[in-house]
């Protein structure tokens, strides 16, 4: 049984840290995708990772400041603006390319999300 379970998270001030973890259970995906859902908008992915190179890739409201390993989405010098929910996904080489662009309907895992608040 594939699942994800994130843990992490949590309330931050404007410049801490958070880190964000996603354990994954019952199989080896090879990307690996972050995405984040701000007040009133859609979700977006934010960070990807490819297991068969270890190659990342981040969007440029993050690029510089979040850092994606294996299990974790590290988030440094966080702004108001990163308040949202978190959600890490999954998906095998089947369910399409493994890009920054990929649309959430491209990922058939999800993991339970997790709420990140940043204060001023």
């Known amino acids: 049984q594939v699942q994800l379970v994130q843990s992490g998270g949590g309330s931050a001030q404007a410049g801490g840290s958070l880190r964000l973890s996603c354990a994954i259970s019952?199989?080896?995906?090879?990307?690996i995708t972050w995405f984040r859902q701000q007040p009133g908008k859609g979700r977006g992915a934010i960070a990807i990772?490819?297991s068969g190179d270890l190659s990342t890739d981040y969007a440029d409201s993050v690029k510089g400041r979040f850092i994606m390993s294996r299990e974790y989405l590290q988030m440094n010098n966080l702004k108001p603006e990163d308040t949202a929910m978190y959600y890490c996904?999954?998906?095998?080489?089947?369910?399409?390319?493994?890009?920054?662009?990929?649309?959430?309907?491209?990922?058939?895992?999800w993991g339970q999300g997790t709420q990140v608040t940043v204060g001023t």
């Open positions: 990772r490819r």
């Open positions: 019952g199989y080896k995906f090879n990307c």
């Open positions: 996904a999954a998906k095998s080489s089947t369910w399409g390319r493994c890009a920054i662009d990929s649309g959430e309907e491209d990922y058939p895992y």
